[in-house]
Nanobody, 126 residues
Framework: VQLQASGGGLVQAGGSLTLSCAASGNMFSINVMGWYRQAPGNQRELVALIVSDRITEYGDSVRGRFTISRDKAKNAVYLQMNSLKHEDAGVYYC?????????????????????WGKGTQVTVSS
């Protein structure tokens, strides 16, 4: 599975941006796609994921502002980012793999096969 992310760029604080990730290859073993981000000096963190086109999970800092969606026919996942803040800046990575439920939340399965795309930079200006 190959993932190609796009859509990053420079946006003013309070603005919006949409990221896209196109997947290619054998998607048979994929039931989840998501976005992670990494700011300089920080660990990579989950932004959002979508399981089987209908179950979504969001990081606490983006819930209510970001929306993840998937077009299964196009093997694509999108991240609509609204009300962007300076702390949203970073490199955004697309990820695909297999998800499992841990308690009440879905996550990428531990020890599951996973695929990463190259990141796309999001910069938020004043």
């Amino acid at each position: 599975v190959q993932l190609q992310a796009s859509g990053g760029g420079l946006v003013q604080a309070g603005g919006s941006l949409t990221l896209s990730c196109a997947a290619s290859g054998n998607m048979f073993s994929i039931n989840v796609m998501g976005w992670y981000r990494q700011a300089p000096g920080n660990q990579r963190e989950l932004v959002a994921l979508i399981v089987s086109d209908r179950i979504t999970e969001y990081g606490d800092s983006v819930r209510g502002r970001f929306t993840i969606s998937r077009d299964k026919a196009k093997n694509a996942v999108y991240l609509q980012m609204n009300s962007l803040k300076h702390e949203d800046a970073g490199v955004y990575y697309c990820k695909a793999g297999w998800a499992a439920a841990y308690g009440s939340r879905w996550q990428f399965a531990k020890n599951g096969k996973e695929y990463w795309g190259k990141g796309t930079q999001v910069t938020v200006s004043s």
